[in-house]
């Protein structure tokens, strides 16, 4: 994936660009060295394929090897995987390797925990586009490493017309206008979703036919009265705010896909370390 | 800053590369709108050089006002900036701008906390490697904006024996040997710091003169005691696990920096939107 | 479009790597030139912009002055434009512009043929991944105006089980569970379209109740078959060999979509010619 | 070669940067296919290796086995080559590398029909820069491969004195001074053309002994007048819509060149297909 | 020009891509200056827009005026232009901007040099491909500036055999084998050339005329030889170790091109320096 | 090392982007050579994983046998290592590999020749700023490998208060106000070092206690003053001109560095050349 490659060359030239003095000052050139990969918190593991990525980058002799899967869960202790091969090799690449595995994993322990919250209702967990900047297709992964589903990858394999889309063409009462326009210039193989903030517009959109209506910010009474009066004509997405706490409540309320920005732009980084093994040899 | 163009190229790529299609189809294409950026939350902003750049690789003419800079604080509904310009330009760079001003608003905010949190004591408060790959020196300006200094900004530029260094050479005893030889090749323009994980490894340490030694995972009684036998000799950096909570009592043994890992690798977003005003005609 | 930037930035470098040896032994340095974009045949012109990308890398002081715009018919003699400044710029950007315009302006014409062959059907023509290498969106933009509609742009943006999908799986009667899988993984935004060769495969897919059928290399009677069948209850596309001969035959089937790979694989270039005035000082 | 990698890498991040969802939902990670590829049409075969790059960069362990080489005839049904390995990876890179196997295929089939056309005669059948953008080196090498040569690789490379050129220094007459300011400034590795237009612009080149003169639109009559009056002092490249039915006759008439720009902008891609092994096991 | 962009943004990217630490930190944000470019030594200047083009990325609004133009000589203290603008982002850019103009002003004075040397003689002093990774287009034009000529730019816009080719085929006496088959397959915009290392490889050389022979560590005797027997039927060039004091002598054989590779593997920059005026205000 | 492959990429793509044509033409393609490095001057070596890294991205068949490693010294006549591989490989990476062995070999040549200069001194000779454009890391590296130590890489890890910094602030009198800024904003991993031009001057800097002080184009005499007014508070550096028939002065006066710019800006490369067997079969 030509996408990894350039991220991960990337964070790399950021932290290796001028090369690693300490190591070379401190460590022999040819010491080899076994580290293990521990996890310090619980949550769901994501990136292992990108700590790969980044030590072949730096040296293909490096070692990987997993002792789990992308999608598995850890409890604090758990070991995830060994690294073994040249010293400076591996201490070059150890930060920029947990940077990402970290970052990703806490994306896949948030993701799983809504998705565990919302079990046994009809609602999906899905994202946003509110990702780090230049890490989305990762993220993206992780999200469904943590069992939620994927909302568009970018503006152009998806059909979503919001409020400010509304806003630039006068406001609410174009809802209508809006659907027809994007159904009639789209490819075929996208759906059309469009924004609303109140039952209101809701009735608006229902008459023109979207794939798809977005509630922004609706009580969840005024959600459950949505569902009532879509009756399954489109696929309602609840969005705007939603916690951990109420994630539940909107998932009852019939709803069939939940998306929450703070999968990606608010997760704590899972604890992950790179304990390496005393060595007293070449 | 060739790094900047690189990094919002990278973001814009993402979100865009395949063109906005709901905007295409909705919105005509000589529109103009103008909307606010209004802050959602309390905070500290950053990322406003960020936001201009957005706009610049993607339509020269949008034009960003800002009525704050880098380093402001703000409170909830506090207007951040304005942008003015063809509605599908602004349509289309409004998330990743966002993605990035939110971002990096939370990091300066979470920094100002920390910073607020010692106030009146000698430490300051330093960032670390742990950052979003891709996106460290917009993260280690973050931390400047929110009265933070910096660490290093790679393996190049700074020199900093670990505790996987030591393990990779035979362990905690190799500390006299590692600083030596550091101080042997290094730059004359970089200092040496060695981190220890006890008194008895400080005083292995003072013995050889390292510039800083970062004491690692130790009790405020601990740091205390090695404050005192250090006596200026070297800088103080404590680090590991440090929270807003504990932050205080560090400082106030003496230590000279504190490093926080989560400053960046689990700060929330801030939250900030872009309304545009309702308009209706081109 | 940073892709604009991109395609046009390599179409350049092809060429003038090494400079213009020709124009700089040739002609003085500030000469300044005024040439003419000359239709040399019947079509449909396309690739304006990037006429005017490939002048703004080379030297943003020479000036493209459109006298129509994409989309527009012209017959040979039209006058398309007017190209003003540096004689050597002019010279060095002349064929680069030109083998983009003539191509990008080839494939519009081809699309609005294939368009009026079935005008008045409610068949829509679109095109097909079948693009050149590097040019896929401008050839997709061409098609659009010559007055066709796109099909996916790339293997990320829709959902097409193709004859080789079912093959890896084993067999044209795996099309239920394909069609099943698709559905229960993909993103919301994304229709499911599947590919069938025979009525009976037709069968087998809808009831599973795919977004889009694609029915590939049927002729005009099994088409009309396949319409009376389906009912409305999926879009249908035709594929497979449809030429300008056939097109409104197939049109008049009742299928939705005829999809046309030679409108990017073997249109011919439109003959459009830039001539410069003669100049006799600088 | 780093130009080939650059424009498959160009290519697939077209096709893939947002990966191939219809695989990855209904196709089972491990799968592994055999395919053949299969020549559906007469021609030349070219890009065979392009092909291989294509699967270098998705997935190394994807292997070709070529049964024929770069300039290999094929008639229809031939094998052109099979292509063993991961389905997913495979059915990835199935459309970008058809579409540089049959543009390659068209330009070097086109080029073959001119060099028979010619055959016996002291002609080179020769390529322009009316080139694919992107793709010019690798349409060169077809050329080749049909039995063709190539004229300038870009504008740096050798020296062609056009009517533009002419145009913008003040005209036709200017041909003797533009000869002679090339002849002195050019490197000596490289010889200079010249384009003329009539018999007496021909007699106005050869006073002043460029190596080649460019006869550009001239009749059969006039090309062989030309010759005539060059007596060898110089290599006659015909030039100017010069189609399969005309060529003979202009060969005949003892010119050394004749260029064909069709052959690159606007040949038919030659029909190709992979297809795949029914398998029904992973 | 792209290619002076590239190297340009390298060259900046290696001194600054971590920002100018010493600036930001010592004068002041909105301080501007003004600084001279003044010669320390005579030469001849190449550079300029070098120097142009370094300010342009940095900061579009830091002015420089050109007093001379590349070619034109200066003798020590001489001013060679002035540059104003914000004080940070002169000071950021000076190192580089000084890099390549005292080494393109070296190159530059060192072929002028030679060009002196033999003025009054036919031969042309030209360059190799011994120039300076990443630099190679700028030396070259560098070489002109100081009154020189080009030989080949790469390995693809010139033939050349050379020892190491003959060695690969057999030894020296492939020499007539290998320019035959250089002329056959060789674009007809291209000379042939070939090396020879004795007045028995030039007979062979002769006998199968090559546009231009190259004469190898030859005495000046032997040259003189040489040129007597080619009798003009192919132009020569001298090489291998000819310094300042034995041009002159080469020239006077008669040889119509000498080489010479230390002009720009080992010439010594020319002295420049940057001085600011000093200023005490914003 | 990402660095190292894009310089390479740089180099080879200036030399071979049209490809290798001679070799094309006259040499087999499946023909093998073996050739040997051989040192024709007396030296230090440096570049040879550069010239693996040529030869790996040209053809990862072609091997390379060192028979020395950089840092080591070579009489002329000395073998260096063996390429062995395909002839025309090993012919189209030839003069890129040697542009970078022999540049590199001789700025370790030069920097050996000063190190032996001030032997049984206390003196460290390190590099400059003046590198050439694009190859920094590679001429910091041939210091190194030549005895030396290296200063800044670039403006972001190091701290260097110059006398354009001064004069941008009102002149030498704000040395003490630099000094006191810088040390308050910097990471506590750099140290400051400040420029001075006159013992006043150097009184000035002692006061504020600069970590190191540069001593600019001072006296011999001047120097030793400095040595002794400073006593080991500061280190101190010495620049300014100063030459290999200088240098042992220099260093005998007690300084701590001696930068020589002319070690990277006008070195002459060591002449060495690749031999190639004669081979008559493929």
């Known amino acids: 994936m030509e996408y990894l490659t350039r991220i991960v060359a990337f964070a790399l030239e950021e932290d290796t660009a001028l090369g690693d003095i300490t190591s070379e000052l401190t460590v022999p050139a040819e010491r080899r060295v076994r580290g293990t990969l521990l996890a310090k918190g619980d949550g769901v593991i994501s990136g292992l394929s990108v700590v790969r990525e980044v030590f072949r980058q730096l040296d293909e002799t490096v070692h990987l090897e ?3 899967h992308d ?3 850890v409890t604090r202790g758990d070991r995830i995987g060994t690294i073994t091969g040249n010293a400076r ?3 070059k690449g150890e930060r920029v390797a947990l940077n990402f595995l970290q970052r990703l994993s806490g994306v896949a322990t948030a993701t799983a925990r809504y998705v565990e919250a919302v079990a046994g209702t009809n609602a999906r967990i899905i994202d946003t ?3 780090t900047p230049g890490v989305r297709l990762l993220e993206k992964a992780a999200v469904r490493h943590g069992g939620g589903h994927n909302h568009r990858f970018g503006l152009g394999d998806g059909i979503l017309i919001k409020d400010n889309h509304l806003a630039a063409i006068g406001g609410p009462d174009r809802i209508a206008a809006a659907v027809r326009a994007a159904r009639h210039g789209a490819p ?14 809701l009735e608006q959109a229902l008459a023109v036919r979207p794939d798809t209506i977005l509630l922004d910010n609706m009580s969840p009474d005024e959600m459950r009265e949505a569902v009532r009066r879509t009756a399954s004509r489109a696929l309602l997405e609840a969005s705007g705010g939603i916690t951990l706490e109420t ?10 896909l939940i998306s929450v920005g703070a999968l990606t732009h608010s997760s704590r980084a899972l604890d992950i370390s790179l304990e390496l093994d005393m060595s007293g040899e070449s």
């Open 129 to 131: 586009r509110k990702t």
């Open 188 to 201: 075929h193989t996208l759906r059309v979703e469009v924004e609303v903030t109140s039952l209101d517009e």
């Open 89 to 91: 090799s591996v201490l």
């Open 71 to 73: 999608g598995d869960r």
């Open 247 to 256: 994630v539940r409540d909107v998932a009852q309320t019939g709803v069939n």
């Open 66 to 68: 997993p002792l789990l």
